[in-house]
């Protein structure tokens, strides 16, 4: 994630068009994953808007 710079501003920018509200956020030291802590509620959302953000969206 060094070498992409907005990434956790991506996913952040998901959740919150998704009214997703983030309790906790963590990245490892590796740097390959990062981890979202949410409410079981909103699990369903923000899955969908992650997979909408990363999988479907056309890149600016």
């Known amino acids: 994630m060094s070498h992409t710079?907005?990434?956790a501003g991506r996913?952040?920018?998901?959740?919150a068009r998704t009214a997703v509200n983030l309790e906790?956020?963590?990245?490892?030291s590796?740097?390959?994953s990062m981890m979202f802590g949410i409410k079981?509620?909103?699990?369903t959302a923000a899955v969908r808007a992650l997979y909408e953000e990363f999988f479907t969206a056309v890149p600016a």
């Open 5 to 7: 710079v907005g990434l």
């Open 11 to 15: 996913a952040c920018g998901a959740f």
């Open 24 to 28: 906790m956020i963590n990245q490892g």
């Open 30 to 32: 590796s740097e390959v």
């Open 40 to 43: 079981d509620e909103d699990m």
